[in-house]
């Protein structure tokens, strides 16, 4: 690799600002899924194990560079002292006296978490001020944010130059994973691309097309695309306002030879509701008053089709209401199939985004993935062949 991982490092009585992703779902105040603080305990424990401080730096939320109680990272600390198995200090903020203090008093064996950086309007500004303000607090940089790699921000880009920076163990894992499953994918490459909005994938839909051999659209995004066909979706999910881009997206895949699989059938109901009465009719027969939640039986042997002809799958989105059954069952059959081939060494099959981990969990289809990213954004981003602000810092 093309910059410094931990190796490199001396760690002994070093004070290691480590950028972590700790962006995990929380309810009613307890995280709900921890892959993203187990994936970085392996980097803490390193550190730990060579004498060095780690000293945690993350965002949490999008708090727009103000303090918002509702989006501090203090309620985490059960969380990351449970997966580390050794006491974190919080900080109250990720710069200034209240950090230094902390950081000052902290005790070999000990983890230092600071404040949400995004409490710092100059976070997101990438801020050199700020940058600075936080690099007093390490003598080492150490990025571990993969999934937060795609914004060039203080803690992810700018701090990269102001000390000795490095690659974290899970910076390395995503990034060796990804290059070695889909930097030369085998061909033909499947992107299966789903969740709500259109609007939030465009680009990448665009730039996917002539990437990929055959795109599955697939959740709500998939609505607004059988609207650009003239077809009604009644009260579906649909971006109307984006119906000419979905439009454009089509006649670039025509050209680029990808090939576009929308569904065939839909199951549609008139609540959004677990167990909601449901009906399965052909796409273009979606009732007036009714909404589409999931693909029917037949888009999903469409999809399964396609995943039998791949040989790569890149996964990102789900394709229905997944969290509400019944309309799960798409997105879990589809699941299921590229668990199944992936594991008889047929698929090479990468999945990253939060919504999709927990959707492939839900269908216990994980496990057979050849890797699962924790990334959603950055991972789409580094698909597309961008560089990734966080990743080129480092180098
Ligand atoms: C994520 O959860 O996708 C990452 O932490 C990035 O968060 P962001 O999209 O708010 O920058
Ligand atoms: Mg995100």
Known sequence: MAWKTLDDMDLAGKRVLTRVDINVPVEN???TDTTRIER???????????????????????????????MSLQPLIPALEAVFGTSVVFAADCAGPAAAAVVDALQEGQVALLENTRFHA???????????????LGDIYCNDAFSAAHRAHASTEGLARLLPACAGRLMQAE?????????????????VV??????????LLGNLVSKVDMLVIGGGMANTFLAAQGIDVGKSLCEHDMTDTASEILGKAKEAGCEIILPSDV????????????ETVAANACPADAMILDAGPEAVKAVQAAIES???????????????APFDTATNAAAKYAAERSEGGQLVSVA?????????????????FTYISTAGGAFLEWMEGKELPGVAALG
């Open 122 to 136: 100059g976070e997101t500004k990438n801020d050199a001020d700020l940058a600075a303000e936080m690099a007093k």
């Open 40 to 70: 970085i305990a392996a980097t803490v424990q390193d550190i730990l194990d060579r004498g060095g401080k780690p000293v945690l730096l993350a965002h949490f939320g999008r708090p727009k560079g103000e303090r918002n109680p509702d």
């Open 267 to 278: 199951v549609v109901a008139r609540e959004f509701k677990e167990g909601a009465e449901n």
């Open 29 to 31: 105040g307890k995280v």
């Open 352 to 368: 990253g985004g939060g919504d999709t981990v927990a959707a492939l969990n839900k269908a216990e289809a994980a496990g057979d």
């Open 310 to 324: 791949a040989k790569t799958l890149i996964w990102n989105g789900p394709l229905g209401a997944f969290e509400i």
């Open 194 to 203: 789903g969740g709500a909005k259109v609007s939030t994938k465009l680009e």
């Open 175 to 191: 990034l060796s994973a990804l290059e070695s499953a889909l930097g030369t994918p085998e061909r033909p490459v499947l992107a």
